[in-house]
């Protein structure tokens, strides 16, 4: 049996290019997010080019009774030894005082309850396998706070917090816990936190060589692959152009 990976949020930018990235290092995948189709087109496509399995789980993080559908993996499948806590949005960019407090909700549930929800079901699977390595994907507005971010960089500065927690808890049980924390990266991120206007998304990366999203899988497969002793516990990852959320660069 190959190592295993869950993924959540594999449908699209990082969490698609670390199914991708990991089924070429010969993992077996769980791949969850809430669009079936783009799950089935992804397991059908690797699995073809790699020979790797792969479980796909349609789910949405924001809904408890969804995630507990891990729950029906076989025991095989439950021994898995890394998990990526990568399903995240951003939605709107409005201040706190005409803020949308339905996109408050959505980023709320998503970045941190579904993250709460999953790691719990997963941290247990863990400690009774007697290992594993949780890699939370934070964001530099999990380190800082920029104008109009309020709430999504809130949620991500309790994802920087709540991966300082699950180091400390899971401890005990030599469970490797991570933070993964990227500047901008081109996906569908702008899209989305922009309720779907393009030509809105597109003038975000406009002028500056964004990172990409296998950039950020490569991170996560380095950290992914320290040796036993080794735990890497953050890391911060810009674009090159990119000083921090104030300072970037644009030619
Ligand atoms: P994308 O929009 O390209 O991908 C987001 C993924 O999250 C999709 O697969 C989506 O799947 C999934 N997702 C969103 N909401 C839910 C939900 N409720 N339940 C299950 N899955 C969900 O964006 P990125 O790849 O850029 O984002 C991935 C992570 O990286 C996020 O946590 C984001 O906050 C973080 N990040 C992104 C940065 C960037 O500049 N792009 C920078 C820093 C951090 P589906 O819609 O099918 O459910
Ligand atoms: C995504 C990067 O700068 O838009 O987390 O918050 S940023």
Same mark, same amino acid.
């Given at each position: 049996?190959?190592?295993?990976?869950?993924?959540?949020?594999?449908?699209?930018?990082?969490?698609?290019?670390?199914?991708?990235?990991?089924?070429?290092?010969?993992?077996?995948?769980?791949?969850?997010?809430?669009?079936?189709?783009?799950?089935?087109?992804?397991?059908?496509?690797?699995?073809?080019?790699?020979?790797?399995?792969?479980?796909?789980?349609?789910?949405?993080?924001?809904?408890?009774?969804?995630?507990?559908?891990?729950?029906?993996?076989?025991?095989?499948?439950?021994?898995?030894?890394?998990?990526?806590?990568?399903?995240?949005?951003?939605?709107?960019?409005?201040?706190?005082?005409?803020?949308?407090?339905?996109?408050?909700?959505?980023?709320?549930?998503?970045?941190?309850?579904?993250?709460?929800?999953?790691?719990?079901?997963?941290?247990?699977?863990?400690?009774?396998?007697?290992?594993?390595?949780?890699?939370?994907?934070?964001?530099?507005?999990?380190?800082?706070?920029? !104008? +109009?971010?309020?709430?999504?960089?809130? /949620?991500?500065?309790? $994802?920087? @917090?709540?991966?300082?927690?699950?180091? &400390?808890?899971?401890?005990?049980?030599?469970?490797?816990?991570?933070?993964?924390?990227?500047?901008?990266?081109?996906?569908?991120?702008?899209?989305?936190?922009?309720?779907?206007?393009?030509?809105?998304?597109?003038?975000?990366?406009?002028?500056?060589?964004? !990172? +990409?999203?296998?950039?950020?899988?490569? /991170?996560?497969?380095? $950290?992914? @692959?320290?040796?036993?002793?080794?735990? &890497?516990?953050?890391?911060?990852?810009?674009?090159?152009?990119?000083?921090?959320?104030?300072?970037?660069?644009?030619?």
């Amino acid at each position: 049996m190959s190592k295993i990976v869950l993924i959540t949020g594999a449908t699209a930018g990082i969490g698609e290019a670390c199914a991708r990235l990991f089924a070429q290092q010969n993992y077996d995948l769980i791949l969850t997010g809430r669009r079936t189709e783009r799950l089935d087109a992804l397991a059908t496509q690797l699995v073809s080019e790699f020979g790797i399995r792969v479980n796909t789980i349609t789910m949405d993080v924001q809904i408890k009774e969804d995630v507990a559908k891990l729950e029906m993996l076989t025991d095989e499948w439950k021994k898995v030894n890394i998990l990526i806590n990568n399903a995240g949005l951003s939605q709107g960019l409005d201040p706190i005082n005409s803020g949308s407090t339905t996109d408050w909700e959505v980023m709320i549930d998503t970045n941190i309850k579904g993250l709460l929800y999953v790691t719990k079901l997963v941290s247990n699977w863990m400690i009774e396998n007697g290992s594993g390595h949780i890699i939370n994907i934070g964001s530099i507005a999990g380190k800082e706070t920029y !104008l +109009n971010g309020n709430v999504y960089c809130a /949620t991500k500065h309790a $994802v920087d @917090s709540l991966n300082k927690a699950m180091r &400390i808890d899971l401890l005990p049980y030599k469970i490797k816990v991570t933070a993964i924390h990227p500047g901008a990266v081109e996906t569908e991120f702008s899209e989305v936190r922009f309720h779907g206007d393009k030509e809105r998304a597109k003038k975000v990366y406009e002028g500056f060589d964004a !990172l +990409n999203a296998h950039d950020i899988a490569e /991170t996560i497969w380095f $950290v992914a @692959s320290r040796p036993p002793h080794v735990n &890497i516990n953050d890391i911060l990852v810009m674009p090159t152009a990119q000083a921090n959320t104030s300072h970037l660069l644009r030619e």
